[in-house]
C-alpha cells in the first residue's frame, strides 16, 4: 500500500453499508465514485479510515470548498465527500481491501470486536482465585486492583482496573475502571468508568461518572 505510486483508500465488504461510506471501484481496482452513508447504496465496500492521500493540496483545496459551499452530507463535512469531489478533479484512487476491521462505532460492534480480541489474544487473569466465590468463564480480562467476589464473569468480559463487582452475573460486557457494581445481571453491556450500578437484569450502554440504582 505504501510503495503504491496511486492515493489509497482501504476498504472491507459489508452487510449494510448503509452506515458508512460506500466506494463504488472499477474493473481496474480505481474507485469511481464515493458516497456517505447512502440510502441506497450502489456498492456493499465500506471505507474503513485508512487512507493514504499523495494530492493533499487538492484534498484541502475539496475541504475548503464543501466548507464554503455548505455540502454536508447528514448535516456533517464529511471527508468521503471531499474525496469524491478529488476524483471529479481527475484524482486516481485505488481500492486495497482489508482482512480485518474493528468497527467501533456502534455499541453492538464494539462489543464484537471485544470479544474477538479477547479470544485472539487469550489474555490471563492474575491470580484468578482471589476472587472470592467467583466463576470465572474465559476469555475475560480484569484489570489490576479488582475485588471480585460471589459472581459469574464470562465469557467475552473486559473489566477496567480498581473495579468493585459482587454478587452480580456479568458476560459479553465491557466494565470502565474505578466503577462498583452489585447484585446486577448484566449481558451485552458498556458501563462507562467511575459509574456504580445495582440491582435487576438489564443490556446497558452506561457512560462514565454515572450512578443507577435498579433495584
Same mark, same amino acid.
Given at each position: 500500500?505504501?510503495?503504491?505510486?496511486?492515493?489509497?483508500?482501504?476498504?472491507?465488504?459489508?452487510? +449494510?453499508?448503509?452506515?458508512?461510506?460506500?466506494?463504488?471501484? +472499477?474493473?481496474?481496482?480505481?474507485?469511481?465514485?464515493?458516497?456517505?452513508?447512502?440510502?441506497?447504496? /450502489?456498492?456493499?465496500?465500506?471505507?474503513?479510515?485508512?487512507?493514504?492521500? /499523495?494530492?493533499?493540496?487538492?484534498?484541502?483545496?475539496?475541504?475548503? +470548498?464543501?466548507?464554503?459551499?455548505?455540502?454536508?452530507?447528514?448535516?456533517?463535512?464529511?471527508?468521503?465527500?471531499?474525496?469524491?469531489?478529488?476524483?471529479?478533479?481527475?484524482?486516481?484512487?485505488?481500492?486495497?481491501?482489508?482482512?480485518?476491521?474493528?468497527?467501533?462505532?456502534?455499541?453492538?460492534?464494539?462489543?464484537?470486536?471485544?470479544?474477538?480480541?479477547?479470544?485472539?489474544? $487469550?489474555?490471563?487473569?492474575? +491470580?484468578?482465585?482471589?476472587?472470592?466465590?467467583?466463576?470465572?468463564?474465559?476469555?475475560?480480562?480484569?484489570?489490576?486492583?479488582?475485588?471480585?467476589?460471589? $459472581?459469574?464473569?464470562?465469557?467475552?468480559?473486559?473489566?477496567?482496573?480498581?473495579?468493585?463487582?459482587?454478587?452480580?452475573?456479568? /458476560?459479553?460486557?465491557?466494565?470502565?475502571?474505578?466503577?462498583?457494581?452489585?447484585?446486577?445481571?448484566?449481558?451485552? $453491556?458498556?458501563?462507562?468508568?467511575?459509574?456504580?450500578?445495582?440491582?435487576?437484569?438489564?443490556?446497558?450502554?452506561?457512560?462514565?461518572?454515572?450512578?443507577?440504582?435498579?433495584?
Amino acid at each position: 500500500m505504501l510503495d503504491n505510486p496511486h492515493s489509497m483508500l482501504g476498504v472491507k465488504k459489508v452487510d +449494510d453499508p448503509r452506515n458508512f461510506g460506500v466506494a463504488e471501484i +472499477d474493473e481496474n481496482g480505481f474507485i469511481s465514485h464515493m458516497v456517505e452513508k447512502p440510502s441506497i447504496p /450502489k456498492s456493499n465496500m465500506a471505507l474503513v479510515g485508512i487512507y493514504k492521500i /499523495k494530492e493533499s493540496d487538492q484534498m484541502f483545496q475539496c475541504l475548503e +470548498d464543501n466548507i464554503l459551499h455548505g455540502l454536508r452530507s447528514h448535516g456533517e463535512y464529511s471527508l468521503t465527500d471531499a474525496l469524491d469531489c478529488m476524483i471529479k478533479m481527475g484524482v486516481r484512487m485505488q481500492a486495497f481491501k482489508v482482512e480485518n476491521w474493528f468497527d467501533c462505532g456502534r455499541k453492538e460492534t464494539l462489543l464484537e470486536s471485544n470479544a474477538l480480541l479477547l479470544k485472539k489474544f $487469550s489474555p490471563t487473569v492474575k +491470580d484468578e482465585n482471589k476472587y472470592e466465590n467467583t466463576v470465572i468463564i474465559h476469555p475475560v480480562s480484569i484489570g489490576a486492583g479488582c475485588l471480585v467476589k460471589n $459472581s459469574i464473569i464470562g465469557p467475552n468480559v473486559a473489566i477496567g482496573e480498581n473495579t468493585t463487582i459482587d454478587y452480580s452475573i456479568i /458476560k459479553n460486557s465491557i466494565i470502565g475502571s474505578f466503577s462498583n457494581l452489585f447484585d446486577i445481571v448484566l449481558d451485552s $453491556s458498556i458501563i462507562g468508568s467511575d459509574s456504580d450500578l445495582r440491582g435487576e437484569s438489564r443490556s446497558l450502554n452506561i457512560g462514565d461518572n454515572t450512578s443507577i440504582d435498579l433495584g
